[in-house]
């Protein structure tokens, strides 16, 4: 089956970069979407297909990829910006896959 | 204001039937294709399955083929999840979302706040 893999965390002090990947398992890669979840909150679309940013999400968000990975960069950081963040993308049958998810952590 | 707004949850035992509602307001509901995607206590979002604007194509995670079942009444703005034969591994908030087949995103951009089902003897 497809996966995605994300790492489990990132730690960042207020204003430095994170980077959070995620790693399709399989070509072709299909375009990923980054979801941020906060707390008691459901998910919110902070990037699609790989590198938009949706309207209303800060431009210190951006994304990036290179082969089977995507990249997610908060530069910048806040401590607003400390949420748990999901990559998602689509396998060969056309059903949906989301990472695991990674926590980002603001010093 | 869009809106998808979930009901139905609740405590059922194993073995049991849960039919899951959606309302959506705010845009024009069948222009949209619709997802029901869950997520486990203090796990990631899970994709459940997926609708067509006209209901005629319909997706579901492979695990859950056979015992959920989605469906849409485009006259009354509303999406459907009737999820039989319940376990214990189904128990998730469970999340209407649209998916953008309209714009530019091609995303789920709409997220409802979600409905718990519990499945506990």
């Known amino acids: 089956s497809y996966e995605l893999t994300q790492p489990p965390s990132v730690s960042v002090s207020p204003g430095q970069t994170a980077r959070i990947t995620c790693s399709a398992d399989?070509?072709?890669?299909?375009?990923a979407f980054w979801y941020q979840q906060k707390p008691g909150q459901a998910p919110v679309l902070v990037m699609y297909k790989d590198t938009e940013r949706p309207s209303g999400i800060p431009e210190r968000f951006s994304g990036s990829g290179s082969g089977t990975t995507v990249t997610l960069t908060i530069s910048g950081v806040q401590a607003e910006d400390e949420a748990d963040y999901y990559c998602?993308?689509?396998?060969?049958?056309?059903?949906?896959?989301f990472g695991g998810g990674t926590k980002l952590t603001v010093l | 204001e869009v809106r998808l707004v979930e009901s139905g949850g609740g405590l059922v035992k194993p073995g049991g039937s849960l039919r899951l509602s959606c309302e959506a307001s705010?845009?024009?509901?069948?222009?949209?294709?619709m997802n029901w995607v869950r997520q486990a206590p203090g796990q990631g979002p899970e994709w459940v399955s997926s609708i067509s604007r006209s209901g005629r194509t319909i997706n579901y995670a492979e695990s859950l083929k056979g015992r959920f079942f989605i469906s849409r009444d485009n006259s009354m703005n509303s999406l459907f999840l009737e999820m039989n034969i319940l376990r214990a591994e189904d128990t998730a908030l469970y999340y209407c979302?649209?998916?953008?087949?309209?714009?530019?995103?091609?995303?789920?951009?709409?997220w409802g706040p979600g409905t718990m089902v519990t499945v506990s003897s």
């Open positions: 399989a070509m072709p890669k299909q375009y």
């Open positions: 979302v649209r998916k953008d087949v309209v714009g530019a995103t091609d995303a789920f951009d709409v």
């Open positions: 998602q993308s689509v396998d060969s049958g056309g059903f949906w896959v």
């Open positions: 705010g845009f024009i509901f069948s222009s949209y294709s």
